[in-house]
C-alpha cells in the first residue's frame, strides 16, 4: 500500500509560479500512475493533471493546460507538479493520488490512495 505526502504549498500573488511534490513510500512506485485533484471551500473535489505509471502520458483540465505541467522522478519516487501564470481561482487545497493501474481516469472514484493535501493561496 503505497502512502503519499504533498508538500510546497504556500500563498503567492497572481501571476507568480509554484511547485508543489507528492512524495510516495510503501510501494513500488513504478507501478502506480499519479494525479493531482483540488478542491476550493464549498466546491467539489476537481480532477487538475495526471501521469500514467511510466510517464508516457499526461492529461490536464482545460482550465490549466499551457500553466501546469505534470512530472515525476522515479529515483525520488516523487510526481511534481508545476504551476505556472497562477490566478486567483487557482486557490484550493491540491491533493495528489494514486492508482496502480496505466490509466488517468478524472473522476476520483477511480483513484485508489490520497494525501492529505497541500494548501495553495493565490492573492490577486
Known amino acids: 500500500q503505497v502512502q503519499l505526502v504533498e508538500s510546497g504549498g504556500g500563498l503567492v500573488q497572481a501571476g507568480a509560479s509554484l511547485r508543489i511534490s507528492c512524495a510516495a513510500s510503501?510501494?513500488?512506485?513504478?507501478?502506480?500512475?499519479i494525479a493531482w485533484f483540488r478542491q476550493a471551500p464549498g466546491k467539489e473535489r476537481q480532477f487538475v493533471a495526471a501521469?500514467?505509471?511510466?510517464?508516457?502520458?499526461?492529461d490536464y483540465t482545460d482550465s490549466v493546460k499551457g500553466r501546469f505541467t505534470i512530472s515525476r522522478d522515479g529515483a525520488k519516487n516523487t510526481v511534481y507538479l508545476q504551476m505556472n501564470s497562477l490566478k486567483p481561482e487557482d486557490t484550493a487545497v491540491y491533493y495528489c493520488?494514486?492508482?496502480?493501474?496505466?490509466?488517468?481516469?478524472?473522476?476520483?472514484?477511480?483513484?485508489?490512495?490520497w494525501g492529505v493535501g497541500t494548501q495553495v493561496t493565490v492573492s490577486s
Open positions: 493520488a494514486a492508482r496502480p493501474s496505466s490509466g488517468v481516469p478524472r473522476s476520483t472514484n477511480w483513484w485508489d490512495y
Open positions: 510503501g510501494g513500488t512506485f513504478s507501478l502506480y500512475s
Open positions: 501521469i500514467t505509471r511510466n510517464g508516457g502520458m499526461t
